[in-house]
């Protein structure tokens, strides 16, 4: 009785071990899987101001700020605001995109701070 418990336990057990690992293998592979842009602000600009990503795919935006300051990285189009305080980064996923034109811009320095997304 107690060999008959202790192994519907253990086979209990080796079923949630192999369903954290599939599961953490399925994570590790989406991930992998998703482009990342990186993106600079330097002097209260985006480095680059401009780039392109493939329309209907999730993408990583990993933004550093190099600027002693904060800047809050924001696109109403994209949906996205940010705040990013001075030496230091942020993430940001943006997507699925339709293919076309999203502008985005820093909030404290918004004449200089101006950049847009091609997605095609």
């Given amino acids: 009785m107690i060999f008959s ?3 519907q336990v253990l086979s209990a057990a080796l079923g949630m071990v192999i369903a954290i690992l599939v599961s953490t293998l399925a994570t590790s592979a989406t991930q992998a899987s998703t482009p990342v842009v990186e993106i600079d ?3 209260h600009l985006f480095f680059p ?5 493939p329309a209907n795919t999730k993408v990583k935006l990993l933004i550093h700020n190099l ?3 904060p800047e809050e990285f924001e696109s109403y189009e994209l949906n996205r605001e940010k705040v990013i305080t001075g030496n230091s980064r942020a993430v940001i996923f943006i997507g699925p995109l339709q293919p076309g034109t999203y502008p985005f811009f820093g909030e404290f320095y918004p004449k200089t701070a101006q950049g847009k997304i091609l997605v095609k």
């Fill in 41 to 43: 602000i330097k002097d």
């Fill in 67 to 69: 600027d002693p300051t």
């Fill in 49 to 53: 101001a401009e780039f392109t990503i």
């Fill in 5 to 7: 418990k202790l192994k």
